[in-house]
């Protein structure tokens, strides 16, 4: 059979059984898998059943609740013959926390299609994107058309930094040996303008608490003299960065790797209307780091936010106090070459030096990660730029995204194999944000797409032996 005939076998298939695809869909975004939040465990742990369920189902073998110190990795795999490759498909079945809760249009854990989009938490990121993967395999299984072997690693704690995965894959290494991985947990430019990532960002994210007199006092008979650690924060955090945007955290930038001007130049040509991008989120305007595009602004350069801040009275009304503490929960994005460890340490220090003595400052490291750039002339890069020319009608375009998937670079290093990673949201799914959403049409396409990336990655395999 051509990938001619397979395409319109799929679609033959996904047209009599897209009803039931999206009713399956439904009962996985129902169930609460927030995993940050230890109040939704049992649904965590509902979840990851689940998913060895749908797995189950459509027969695929040994399938497992790889425990971990956290939630449980959801193991499955079919091996048709040894000598066909080895796909490896991870994705994720934890969701951000819903809040603000008051900020959704229909409730988060109720999904319903609103305009041809699926709205719910982790419609997009990342239940919707990995359970297309679930039903193109049951195509293929069901047509007998499977060219390779595969298996599925989905796991339940990427949105709180994956810290027992890497344990998981040193341990588990033989077992999830394979040729590619495969991974939708990422967007496209548009729906007419599909695009395969081929870059995202490290993480850096660091708490840091400022600690002044030893209880909250009387604004008006202390304050004056007794320094604020509200507005200590507040002057550490205005001071990292200058008025051209740069990082001022000495050695912040040494490692970062600077793109040619050609490189800038090809990046520069990807669709981007600016007005669009500003009306979308309803600002005036941006202002990011002088001398570089919005594209590059959120791709190739480091970044440093607040993601959180509090202290002092945030209660109804007025009340005059001088906080004895305040917080704030604050990220930096990386790029490729810079160290996580070592912006960590960076951050610590520099703030350290800079905090007055007047108060005590102490620093705690949450999740970190690397960046990755993966390659446009891997065989499974190939095999996705054949799959979506031939489901959109259009080559994909190569892209660096901002977004981090801290695994990542673990998969390149430990099980030592290629990252494609083909997505198929758009940024404007609000993914993390009040009312998340999917499009009907990206789960269909990204249904229709998956199979056909097998068969031409099986197909492309064959020709290099
Ligand atoms: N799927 C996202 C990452 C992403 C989104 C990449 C859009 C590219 C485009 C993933 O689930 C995520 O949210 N990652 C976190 C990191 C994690 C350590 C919490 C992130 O990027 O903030
Ligand atoms: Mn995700
Ligand atoms: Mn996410």
Not at 33 to 52: F, I, M, Q, R
Not at 71 to 80: M, N, R, S
Request: hydrophobic share 40%; charged share 20%.
């Amino acid at each position: 059979m051509s990938v001619q005939d397979l395409h319109t076998s799929v679609k033959q298939y996904l047209a009599a059984n897209q009803d039931r695809f999206l009713a399956e869909l439904f009962d996985l975004l129902r169930i609460p898998s927030v995993s940050a939040d230890p109040k939704y465990k049992p649904d965590v742990l509902k979840t990851a059943e689940l998913v060895a369920t749908h797995f189950s189902a459509i027969d695929l073998e040994n399938v497992l609740l790889i425990e971990t110190s956290g939630f449980p990795a959801v193991y499955a795999e079919k091996i048709l013959n040894k000598d066909f490759p080895t796909v490896l498909v991870y994705g994720h079945y934890d969701v951000q926390p819903p809040d603000p809760l008051d900020l959704w249009q229909t409730p988060p854990f109720e999904p319903v299609i609103r305009e041809g989009k699926i709205y719910a938490r982790g419609s997009c990121d990342d239940k919707g994107q990995f359970f297309m993967h679930t039903k193109a395999i049951e195509i293929l299984l069901k047509l007998q058309k499977l060219p390779v072997n595969v298996k599925f690693l989905i796991e339940g704690e990427e949105e709180v930094g994956s810290a027992n995965l890497e344990t998981l894959l040193q341990k588990y290494q033989e077992k999830l040996h394979c040729d590619v991985i495969l991974i939708s947990d990422t967007s496209m430019i548009a729906n007419d303008s599909p695009s395969l990532t081929v870059g995202l960002r490290g993480l850096a994210y660091m708490e840091v608490e400022v600690i002044g007199p030893n209880r909250d006092l009387h604004s008006g008979v202390y304050g004056g003299a007794v320094d604020n650690p509200v507005n200590v924060l507040c002057e550490i955090i205005a001071s990292l960065k200058d008025e051209k945007g740069h990082i001022t955290i000495p050695g912040f930038y040494d490692d970062v790797l600077n793109l040619s001007t050609e490189e800038r130049n090809e990046m520069a040509k990807r669709p981007f209307d600016k007005q669009e991008y500003l009306d979308h989120l309803d600002i005036q305007d941006t202002r990011g780091e002088d001398g570089y595009s919005i594209i590059e602004q959120t791709s190739i350069r480091p970044t440093l936010d607040v993601n959180g801040i509090w202290g002092g009275y945030i209660g109804e009304g007025a009340k005059t106090v001088l906080p004895s503490k305040a917080n704030a929960k604050i990220s930096m994005r990386l790029v490729p070459n810079q160290s996580s460890e070592k912006i960590m340490k960076l951050f610590t220090e520099h703030i350290q030096k800079i905090a007055p003595p007047t108060v005590k400052v102490t620093i705690t490291p949450h999740h970190g990660g690397e960046a990755v750039v993966t390659s446009t002339k891997s065989t499974g890069y190939l095999a996705a730029e054949e799959a979506m020319l031939q489901s959109f009608g259009k080559k994909p375009i190569p892209t660096r995204e901002g977004g981090s998937i801290p695994i990542v670079a673990l998969f390149t290093s430990i099980l030592q194999a290629p990252v494609v990673l083909m997505g198929f949201g758009l940024d404007s799914d609000a993914i993390h944000s009040p009312n998340e959403h999917y499009g009907v049409f990206n789960f269909l396409k990204g249904i229709e797409t998956i199979p056909l990336f097998y068969a031409h990655y099986a197909q492309l395999t064959q020709e290099k032996h």
